[in-house]
């Protein structure tokens, strides 16, 4: 595991940022937990809505996220783009279920504070790439 202090966070987040800058979002998708915290900083800095979705997804066995929150809003969407953000991917299981619930008549962008080395997909945006397991500052 490797802890991730607060002003690493904050320099995550900044990198994050001015990658997705130039790109027009209509709206963030954040994964609970962690992903609303990187999807809340980026919803604030782009000023467009955040729509908080509760996915589980533990162990390498399970095949089938659990939801934990009904997705009925993020399926409304019909158009535009959206940024799906959560704060880690190891399998990149959440983040594709949570993708494979919007309409396919919406572009959808992924994003991460870290991937995993592991991971088989690599979202859109990433912060950083490690082969350890992040603790991030929020999570002590």
């Not at 202090?5 to 937990?33: N, Q, Y």
């Amino acid at each position: 595991m490797k802890f991730i202090d607060w002003k690493e966070f904050t320099s995550l987040c900044d990198k994050l940022s001015e990658d997705i800058a130039e790109v027009t979002i209509d709206g963030i998708v954040g994964i609970g937990r962690g992903g609303l915290i990187i999807g809340g900083i980026l919803a604030h800095r782009k000023d467009v809505p955040l729509y908080p979705v509760f996915v589980r997804h533990q162990g390498f066995t399970e095949d089938t996220p659990v939801v934990v929150e009904d997705l009925g809003k993020i399926k409304s969407f019909t158009h535009g783009t959206i940024l799906i953000a959560d704060d880690v991917m190891v399998t990149g299981k959440a983040m594709n279920f949570v993708k494979s619930q919007i309409h396919s008549g919406v572009t959808v962008k992924t994003l991460v504070v870290v991937c995993h080395k592991s991971a088989k997909e690599k979202p859109d945006y990433v912060g950083i790439v490690m082969d350890d397991l992040p603790v991030f500052p929020y999570e002590i």
